[in-house]
Structure formats: C-alpha cells, structure tokens
C-alpha cells in the first residue's frame, strides 16, 4: 500500500516535471563562450560560518544572447526535455536510496540556484526564469547596465591578467575583477559591460560571491541555449 502511494506520487510529481519541461526549447544561436564560476550565497547573515551554499554556476555568451545558470539545474532541466523517460526512470530510482541519502543526491541533481538570467532576449532587455511551488515564474526588465570606476589594480584569475572594478548596482556595492584579453563585455547574475570579461565579482557584505574557475571557447561549449518557449 505504501508502495503505491510512493509510486503515484512519483507519476504524479514527473507528469508535473514532464510537462514543466514542455515549456523550454532550444534557441538556434550556439554558444561560443562558455564560463564556469563558483557561486557563494550566504543564507543567513547571523551565521555566515555555517549557512551558505556553493554552486557551480555557468555564462553561455553566443553573437547576440548570453545565459547565466545553475550547472545542475541546467542539465536537469535539459534531460526532461530531451529524455523525460531516462528522467523518470532517476526519479523512480531515487525513492530505493535512504532518504537523507535521496535529498542529497536530489539537491545534486537539481542544484539550489533556480533562475536562468538571459542578457539581450528579448533585444535590450533581461529575462528571468524560473521554476517555484510548482508554477512557471517568468520577468522581463530593460538591461540597466551597471557603471563602473576602474582602477590600476590588477591580479591573476585562472591565467588571465584581471583589472578591478567596484559599482553601486542593484542595492550593493560590487567589486569585479575583469580581463580585457577577453573582450567581452559580460559577467555572472546581471553583472556587465566592462571592457572584457568578468572572472570574479562580490558584493560588499560578502553575501554574494562568484569565482570562475574554467572557460570553453571556439565552439567547445556544442549545446545551444535553452529558452522559454513564448505563451
């Protein structure tokens, strides 16, 4: 009996994601660019020691869009689009294991950090997405571009020579380090337009952090975009 329940809720709960997959698709521009950055987030500013989080986030930066994410969310998202079944069958799998077991193999697989930020897309503007009790959440804002000083300082961040750079955006106070050997003027979250790409950011309370720690160019990065397929 309680294996039933186990299982209906299963059906139930991949019928909703199946369906939730059903709203993405594939936009034709490629990705040339693609950055890896450790994302920190402090979820409780009495107990920064013990209540953050670090995930693997990444930018995909194509001719005229650019996409920022989580990495497991990213992937999750694109295996119940393209092979519901296979994620069915994980899903499925995943109520065998111990159940501290299952949340943490859960978390793994679908990441902390739900939105998928979109630079230029529409044109001139930011799009959000995002999945959350059980419901499509989706905004569009013009892209506000921050402005910012940048000063002779300068370090090294994964081989590239990187200059910093501070702003007052969104409520905070960020410093970038940026690398003009890659003249692209993009960055993690809503952060951009410095005259080349930004490898490091944090603001000023050091309850939001990103690092990169890898790069693909060229074409490496095969996988387009996924986008939201419009209402």
Not at 28 to 53: G, Q, S
Request: proline content about 4%; aromatic content about 14%; some cysteine.
């Amino acid at each position: 009996m309680i294996m039933k329940k186990i299982l209906s809720y299963i059906l139930a709960a991949s019928a909703s994601m199946i369906a939730y997959a059903d709203n993405w698709v594939r936009d034709t521009e490629p990705a040339i660019l693609e950055v890896h950055y450790t994302r920190t987030e402090v979820t409780d500013t009495t107990k920064r020691a013990t209540n953050y989080f670090k995930e693997e986030t990444m930018l995909r930066i194509g001719n005229r869009i650019s996409l920022y994410c989580s990495v497991p969310r990213f992937y999750r998202d694109s295996l119940m689009f393209n092979n519901p079944g296979l994620y069915f069958q994980m899903e499925a799998a995943s109520f065998e294991k111990d159940p501290r077991e299952r949340d943490r193999t859960t978390l793994e697989r679908s990441g902390r950090y739900g939105s998928f930020i979109y630079k230029n897309y529409p044109e001139g503007k930011v799009t959000e997405t995002a999945y959350f009790d059980m419901e499509d959440w989706r905004y569009d804002e013009d892209w506000e571009k921050p402005e910012w000083d940048i000063s002779d300082e300068s370090k090294e961040i994964i081989g590239y020579q990187c200059f910093k750079a501070t702003t007052d955006y969104r409520g905070r106070r960020w410093t970038a380090w940026f690398t003009p050997e890659i003249p692209v003027q993009d960055g993690p979250w809503k952060l951009c337009g410095l005259p080349g790409l930004i490898l490091e950011a944090e603001d000023n309370h050091s309850e939001y952090r990103f690092v990169a720690n890898g790069l693909k160019q060229n074409g490496v990065a095969e996988v387009g975009f996924l986008c939201y397929r419009e209402k």
